[in-house]
């Protein structure tokens, strides 16, 4: 859900600021902060850091509120209108480019966050189009996959052979092979022996996560940049999305191939409320999901069930390759208590907080240290990260790439899904993304 755009309250945030409809309202006093969040998993331990600051800032008091995800947003948006805003919020990499257009959030240069202080290109990836920061790194993630170790096991997949997979778009490799293997129709034939049914499969071998908007982060996104493909021409800030590529449109006529050929679960499976892919896996109706880090803990907890992870499979570059995201903290531009907003935020990305938050085990803070106390974590409770861990340390082997970061991403995302979902769904050509693309660039050239 991280990955999850609101496109029509964005919209409506831009009409209205445009239009000079913003008005004032009730906030923080002058000893409150208020912080708000999404993640009802982290917020023990940010209530924790908050206990933690006050005591070294007597006077100053932080007020935690914990929204649902649509929610959340569908707030923060009014707020922004309104005058309602909190004085620092949790910020999405695809959500920072909009509101810094349109002014709705404070710099950060005088917080003190450095570069070299957390895991590499989480703080760079808040850097505005002016030069300006308007995040300080929060967490990370990568994507892994997930996988039924007793189905694996069943197989005949040893957990060293789904750590070393590899693929390409003509045949799909190895990756392909195993995907097909942990598929089996209603009469019990697998994906790739003789008779397979792919009209009536019983469990499918990859779980379906939708698909995938313009981002594809827990879709298409390790295999196209294994392929050596980027969203824009630069890293951040591009102005021409690429989605017209050749190796772009071959990596997805792979990929959505799969479905064709009945070994990742249809479109019609997939639904963002009740059906995703970690629901799928839980109900046994897949063997395997690529899967972000944020879902470690509810992988784990599938009754029954044994779930194991594996790396990213090799690309035709030679290397691996996941998305790493990063969240953010950020100051609203009409804040009611900035000066205690900005120590807050300092003492969120500092270690005093990050390892706190570590070592609830339930996220990968920003900073190394943090990062280490959540490993311990898991490792405590008896999960093996490695999987999300091994990316990050070992930059030889495996890319990490960031979200697309340019304007206008909500109006991205309101092309690019109905194209993804006619070409995954209804079967049209990848080719019909060249039109799509089009259409994002003359967006973006405006």
Same mark, same amino acid.
């Given at each position: ?51 933690? +600051? ?34 620092? !919020? ?43 920061r308007y995040g300080a790194p ?84 390790? +295999? ?23 190796? !772009? ?52 907890? !599938? ?99 960031? +979200? ?19 070409i995954y769904g209804n079967g ?19």
């Amino acid at each position: 859900m991280r990955m999850r755009t609101l496109v029509a309250a964005t919209g409506a945030l831009a009409l209205s600021l445009v239009s000079g409809c913003a008005q004032g309202g009730t906030g923080s006093s002058a000893d409150t902060v208020t912080y708000w969040l999404w993640d009802a998993n982290q917020l023990p331990a940010y209530q924790a850091c908050a206990k933690g +600051f006050e005591q070294e800032n007597p006077g100053l008091h932080v007020e935690i509120t914990q929204l649902g995800w649509s929610d959340y947003w569908t707030k923060l948006t009014a707020g922004f209108i309104a005058g309602t805003q909190p004085d620092v !919020f949790t910020d999405h990499i695809q959500k920072f480019g909009q509101f810094a257009d349109l002014q709705v959030l404070e710099p950060l240069d005088d917080v003190g966050i450095k570069d070299a202080d957390y895991q590499p290109g989480l703080a760079a990836n808040w850097i505005g189009q002016d030069g300006h920061r308007y995040g300080a790194p929060k967490d990370w993630d990568t994507v892994a996959l997930f996988y039924n170790d007793k189905m694996a096991k069943d197989a005949g997949l040893t957990a060293e052979q789904l750590g070393s997979l590899a693929w390409n778009p003509e045949d799909g490799g190895t990756f392909e092979k195993a995907i097909a293997h942990l598929t089996v129709d209603n009469k019990g034939r697998r994906g790739d022996e003789p008779g397979f049914d792919k009209n009536n499969v019983k469990v499918y071998g990859l779980a379906s996560n939708g698909g995938g908007m313009g981002d594809g982060q827990t879709q298409w996104s390790s +295999f196209a940049a294994s392929a050596g493909w980027s969203y824009t021409e630069k890293a951040r800030w591009g102005t021409e999305y690429q989605y017209d590529s050749k190796t !772009f449109q071959s990596v997805i006529d792979w990929y959505f191939g799969l479905a064709k050929k009945g070994y990742m679960a249809p479109l019609s499976d997939y639904n963002i409320q009740s059906n995703q892919a970690n629901t799928q896996v839980a109900a046994g109706k897949a063997a395997a999901a690529l899967d972000g880090a944020w879902m470690i803990s509810a992988y784990d907890g !599938f009754k029954g069930l044994d779930i194991k992870t594996a790396v990213t499979p090799v690309g035709p570059t030679g290397k691996r390759a996941t998305m790493m995201n990063g969240l953010a903290d950020s100051i609203t531009k009409d804040a009611k208590n900035k000066a205690g907003a900005r120590k807050w935020v300092a003492y969120l990305a500092s270690d005093k907080c990050q390892t706190v938050v570590g070592r609830a085990g339930v996220v990968f803070p920003a900073t190394p240290a943090g990062t280490e106390a959540a490993i311990a974590a898991y490792e405590k409770k008896g999960i093996d990260v490695s999987a999300f861990t091994e990316p990050v340390a070992d930059q030889k082997d495996f890319r990490t790439f960031s +979200f697309p970061i340019t304007n206008y991403a909500a109006d991205v995302t309101a092309l690019m899904t109905p194209a993804m979902e006619d070409i995954y769904g209804n079967g049209k050509s990848v080719s019909t993304l060249d039109s799509t693309n089009d259409q994002i660039n003359l967006v973006l050239s405006q």
